[in-house]
């Protein structure tokens, strides 16, 4: 019989709809009834495409004998960390703090008062690697709780207080300049692996928001240093088994310092931050390379992650059937070598060469992972397609990986700017449109009539979690991009009417630091509030970036002021730990810049030589420039105002810091002034 979570809209709780375990959902009324059972609540957090958590829940969650036991002498809450965000940073916190580590599945024992007192991660079956089993652990917590009641309060007293008391240092309201950024470089240079690019040992993660730094600073003082680590970095995890030879898009990271073994889940949030940053390369090199993979990734995400509605999808699985019923990791991606001749007959060695596919394997069962090894070898373009071709219509009749279908607001923002500027750059249209579609399904289902943001949909119809900082800032930064690529002034007044609710729901008034829930949000034993990276843009700092753009494209001093204040927390953390902020750095290196302010006025917006002017202002590579484009007298954009053409021609005009340049009409001198 399903329990309570047969009527939620989270994949990852439907996942557990028919589990023995009587789940509730996170709610006052779980804790309402363990005050009323006088019993704790187990806390357990996780997300669709978790591979432990999967194992988690077959193991235990799936077991008669377990489940009985929970129900008996616990309240046990399901959540999954990407509808509620806030929840899961609250108590990922708390295990950070008393474990050092932390992780998903999260499993959390609270108080009916959301106090927690005891933590930890997966759980086995049976006592395994110094581990104790679940059953062992459940069986202590309720002795705990049944013998030693005041002890067990204590510690949740105590951990909720210490929560509650933490502060992050802010480093002041001033933003980051020169010194601080060329420290953060200097920082960045010391962690540099130079063998296989990236950062850090295994697993190595996509440094998404860092290349973004990495790409501007190299544009704002021209560091080769700085181009060359992102140039580095992007064509060795073009060329590994992180990124799918195949059918495009990047894998959530790599187990191993050479990018070979991937953890096979596909997020659309690493798509969408590693299709933009592929983009931005292209601009400042040409690099051919880039450019497909761009393409590539853009392409992924409209063909695996799009949703019916328009949105996109928030993940792919790692696990899928292997052919024979098991669910395996990287079913769906790998090959053997007989494979590879069952498909291509006698085409199989050259495909074996040129994807690294070895007899021992790369990875598990004598299976490997495609990828481009370096190689002086030269192959022929036109049979390399063709097995590339065959090998995906193979693959097709695979059991394909399950896909999270919720759509994320802020991911979505991501994707959406991702697609309206890899769109616009290649002459795509097609992609700007899927941008337009994501955009337009936000606003349709996620937005409210005071322009409150939803967290997530799934199927058209809103989730009941509220939006959180993340949400607003990246919409925010997706409705700007479309803005400037579409010349559309309505997504302009949407992304203000988002950061109009950053300003006053979000932002602490006292230091300018901003909160990752709103002052009205559902209280916890925490407001959270985070200034560094994880897989995406902090909000804190994403935040920091959309209210300096709008404040670019409108002259609003509020949010320019509010940016600054937003970046001192980078000045202070910048050239301490640059590979957790390069977010904040990126915005960083864009007020450095102005940003510049771009203004492009045609006699019409399908006018030849306007969209020249205006495809060149896209092009530029000053660090957070923001392009209007329309015609003179154009009320859209407030930086077209006062704008006419030059001798009846299509006119630009670049300004920053008050200061503007001669107006052009050469789309050459216009790239100039944008690339230098």
Known sequence: MPNRLAHETSPYLLQHADNP????????????????????????????SCHWCHVMAHESFEDHATAAHLNEHFVSIKVDREERPDVDAVYMEAVQAA?????????????????????????????????????????????????????????????????????????GSEAPGEQELAQALLGLTREYDAQRGGFGGAPKFPPSMVLEFLLRHHARTGAEGALQMAQDTCERMARGGIYDQLGGGFARYSVDRDWVVPHFEKMLYDNALLCRVYAHLWRATGSEAARRVALETADFMVAELRTEQGGFASALDADSDDGT???????????????????????????????????????????????????????????????????????????????????????????IAALAETGAYFDRPDLVEAALAAADLLVRVHLDDQARLARTSKDGRAGGNAGVLEDYADVAEG?????????????????????????????DEKTGGLFDTAADAEKLIRRPQDPTDNATPSGWTAAAGALLSYAAQTGAEPHRTAAEGALGVVKALGPRVPRFIGWGLAVAEAR??????????????????????????????????????GVPGSEEFPLLADRPLAGGEPTAYVCRNFTCDAPTTDPERLSAALNA
């Open 99 to 171: 474990t050092g580590q932390g992780g998903w599945p999260m499993t959390v024992f609270l108080t009916a008062e959301g106090k927690p007192f005891y933590f930890g991660t997966y759980f086995p079956p049976a006592p395994r690697h110094g581990m104790p089993s679940f059953r062992q652990v459940l069986e202590g917590v309720s002795q705990a709780w049944r013998d030693r009641r005041s002890e067990v309060t204590d510690v949740a007293g105590k951990i909720a207080r210490d929560l509650a008391e933490r502060e992050i240092g802010f480093g």
């Open 21 to 48: 375990v009587d789940w509730w959902p996170w709610s006052q009324e779980a804790f309402e009834e363990a005050r009323r059972r006088d019993v704790p609540v187990l806390l357990s957090v996780g997300y669709s």
């Open 479 to 507: 409705f700007l991009a479309l803005a400037s690529v579409t010349g559309e002034g309505t997504w302009l007044e949407f992304a203000g009417l988002l950061l109009d609710h950053v300003l006053v729901r979000f932002t």
């Open 592 to 629: 450095l810049d102005g940003p510049r302010e771009v203004a492009v006025v045609g006699p019409a917006l399908d006018d030849e030589a306007a969209k020249s002017l205006h495809r060149t202002a896209l092009l530029g590579t000053a660090p957070g420039a923001v392009v209007a484009y």
């Open 325 to 415: 019923g098991r669910h395996v990791e990287g079913a769906y991606y790998v090959w053997t070598p007989a494979q590879l001749r069952e498909v291509l007959g006698g085409d199989a060695e050259l495909a074996a060469q040129y994807f690294g596919v070895t007899e021992e394997g790369t990875f598990e069962e004598g299976a490997s992972v495609l990828q481009l090894p370096q190689s002086d070898s030269v192959f022929d373009a036109g049979k390399v397609e063709s097995v590339k071709g065959r090998l995906r219509a193979a693959r097709a009749q695979r059991p394909a990986p399950g896909r999270d279908d919720k759509v994320v607001a802020a991911w979505n923002g991501l994707a």
